[in-house]
């Protein structure tokens, strides 16, 4: 079964505005983490940003949030004033109890001048 | 701090040769996981070590292995190479816990590897 659902291929979001990446993810345990990643063309992953399964608060880094809705299992990226630096390939992951991360496909992000 | 080193950068093969893709993680982290990359089949999880110990496995033929030093450094093999094992291959390093106690993964730039 997938562990990591992300349903939108591609997105353009113009520059300074905040552009939402929808996840949603599917384990059975009670621990887990939950990760986003930003791959430039260029292919490096970069960390952006984490949330574990017990944490209250949404985690924040900069200008990246973590919308955590447990019940819904779904952990959205937002990304607030969208730069042209901004445009990537974003990916969604999971690490459950088994030491592996579980990807989604990834979603492309257009950043318009 | 200097990050995850991966090398090479690129490398060509042909079919039937062997590989072996290297991996330095960020100085402290004990845990190494490597991941393959594809168009097709997007980032797959290949294995995780942990203090020289393979802790899991992804579902890859016995073709793909790894192994890991103690000072941490990690290899990674594929023997008799099929063109299918064309990828961007990525090493990433964190320091090992898991669920929701999770370290984050640092990955390295990656290997590029084609097989001709």
């Known amino acids: 079964a997938q562990k990591i659902t992300q349903t939108q291929p591609g997105m353009f979001v113009q520059e300074k505005e905040a552009v939402t990446l929808d996840c949603t993810y599917d384990t059975s345990d009670q621990s887990y983490g939950l990760f986003w990643y930003k791959q430039p063309s260029s292919g490096e992953m970069i960390f952006l940003i984490y949330?574990?399964?017990?944490?209250?608060q949404n985690a924040t880094e900069g200008r990246y949030s973590l919308n955590f809705q447990k019940a819904r299992k779904s952990a959205n990226l937002v990304i607030s004033a969208s730069q042209l630096g901004d445009s990537a390939m974003y990916f969604c992951a999971m690490r459950d109890n088994d030491y592996k991360l579980s990807f989604g496909a990834g979603t492309t992000v257009t950043v318009r001048a | 701090k200097a990050g995850v080193t991966q090398t090479p950068r690129y490398l060509i093969k042909t079919r039937g040769q062997q590989v072996t893709l290297s991996c330095s993680p960020i100085s402290g982290h004990r845990s190494v996981s490597w991941y393959q990359q594809t168009p097709g089949q997007g980032l797959q999880f290949l294995f995780e070590?942990?203090?020289?110990?393979?802790?899991n496995k992804g579902n890859f033929p016995g073709r793909f292995s790894g192994r890991q030093f103690s000072n941490s450094r990690s290899e990674m093999n594929v023997s008799t190479l099929e063109l299918g094992d064309s990828a961007l291959y990525l090493c990433?390093?964190?320091?090992?816990?898991?669920?929701?106690?999770?370290?984050?993964?640092?990955f390295g730039n990656g290997t590029r590897l084609t097989v001709t």
């Open positions: 949330q574990g399964s017990y944490d209250e």
């Open positions: 990433a390093s964190s320091f090992g816990s898991t669920g929701s106690n999770s370290s984050p993964l640092h």
């Open positions: 070590y942990f203090s020289e110990t393979q802790r």
